[in-house]
Nanobody
Framework: QVQLVESGGGQVQAGGSLRLSCATS????????????IGWYRQAPGKQRDFVAT???????NYADSVKGRFTISRDNAKNTVYLQMNSLKPEDTALYYC?????????WGQGTQVTVSS
């Protein structure tokens, strides 16, 4: 089973920055599931889970319009870790942030890390 562990969440004032990390590990059913893309999603209380950013194996990145210019997704292949650098944070960025790894066979989710931005 592919495992994802998020970290780096916390509480910050508006205009501040945080860096989230998503560490990946593991195999599934004895077969290595190739991870084709890793992304970040977020879910605010009472709302649906929304796409934030993604990075592919070829390092192609994509962002939600609401975070373009403020968030940057990157990866460190040696550490099997994907990062989400979040700058100029706004109260509306407050949510539980999840990491998702899209494999050839399955999609894998982490447990989430809370980000709270106060005004």
């Amino acid at each position: 089973q592919v495992q994802l562990v998020e970290s780096g969440g916390g509480q910050v004032q508006a205009g501040g920055s945080l860096r989230l990390s998503c560490a990946t590990s593991g195999i599934t059913s004895g077969i290595t599931d190739t991870i084709n893309a890793i992304g970040w999603y977020r879910q605010a209380p009472g709302k649906q889970r929304d796409f934030v950013a993604t990075i592919t194996r070829g390092d192609t990145t994509n962002y939600a319009d609401s975070v373009k210019g403020r968030f940057t997704i990157s990866r460190d292949n040696a550490k099997n870790t994907v990062y989400l650098q979040m700058n100029s944070l706004k109260p509306e960025d407050t949510a539980l942030y999840y990491c998702k790894a899209q494999g050839t066979f399955l999609a894998y989710w982490g447990q989430g890390t809370q980000v709270t931005v106060s005004s």
